[in-house]
């Protein structure tokens, strides 16, 4: 046998499996699809959103994974807050870090869930807002299923919070 037929052989089997190996998830992939699955079984969706620009960025903001839960058919008369966490503490702000975005503000119940659960939320959210398309945070994804099921349990009460205002 020749030499050339093993080497052109070799390389012919390389040319089929090394791009199938390229397709498998690397492992920080695959958390973040444990993630997005565990975050599904707590009632929760994923999608990505463009993070809101704020008046201090030079550059507009990219993608963010957000986990979100839909909107009840009550909630498609909220009008849409949103609150971002900012680079700097201010009197000015509603909690530390975090202001509104726009000039919508929530009832006074969902402001009280949120003084409960911002000192809690990792610095890995970006975002939280509620109003017609639902109640969604804005997540980095850093962390584990217990930063998830704090996820999970704050939109929970800031949803239920808002349902509870709009049944009064």
Same mark, same amino acid.
């Given at each position: 046998?020749?030499? $050339?037929?093993?080497?052109?052989?070799?390389? #012919?089997?390389? +040319?089929?499996?090394?791009?199938?190996? %390229? +397709?498998?998830?690397?492992? #920080?992939?695959?958390?973040?699809? &444990?993630?997005?699955?565990?975050? !599904?079984?707590?009632?929760?969706?994923? !999608?990505?959103?463009?993070?809101?620009?704020?008046? *201090? /960025?030079?550059? /507009?903001?990219?993608?963010?994974?957000?986990?979100?839960?839909?909107? *009840?058919? &009550? %909630?498609?008369?909220?009008? *849409?807050?949103?609150?971002?966490?900012?680079?700097?503490?201010? =009197?000015?702000?509603?909690?530390? =870090? $975090?202001? $509104?975005?726009?000039?919508?503000?929530?009832?006074? #119940?969902?402001?009280?869930?949120? %003084?409960?659960?911002?000192?809690?939320?990792?610095?890995?959210? &970006?975002?939280? !807002?509620?109003? =017609?398309?639902? !109640? &969604?945070?804005? $997540?980095? =994804?850093?962390?584990?299923?217990?930063?998830?099921?704090?996820?999970?349990?704050?939109?929970?009460?800031?949803? #239920?919070?808002?349902?509870? /205002? +709009?049944?009064?």
């Amino acid at each position: 046998m020749n030499i $050339w037929f093993f080497v052109i052989l070799i390389l #012919a089997i390389s +040319l089929v499996l090394g791009p199938i190996a %390229m +397709l498998r998830p690397n492992p #920080a992939q695959k958390r973040k699809e &444990a993630l997005r699955q565990y975050a !599904t079984k707590l009632g929760l969706r994923f !999608t990505l959103r463009k993070l809101p620009k704020l008046k *201090t /960025d030079m550059e /507009d903001p990219g993608m963010s994974p957000v986990y979100y839960l839909t909107p *009840t058919a &009550a %909630m498609q008369v909220l009008p *849409t807050w949103i609150l971002v966490r900012t680079q700097y503490e201010h =009197e000015g702000n509603f909690y530390r =870090e $975090w202001d $509104w975005y726009n000039e919508i503000r929530p009832n006074q #119940a969902v402001r009280a869930k949120l %003084m409960d659960y911002l000192p809690k939320l990792p610095g890995s959210i &970006a975002v939280i !807002t509620q109003g =017609e398309a639902g !109640t &969604a945070l804005f $997540w980095g =994804e850093k962390g584990d299923k217990d930063i998830l099921d704090l996820i999970a349990s704050a939109l929970n009460d800031l949803q #239920a919070a808002a349902i509870a /205002d +709009l049944s009064v």
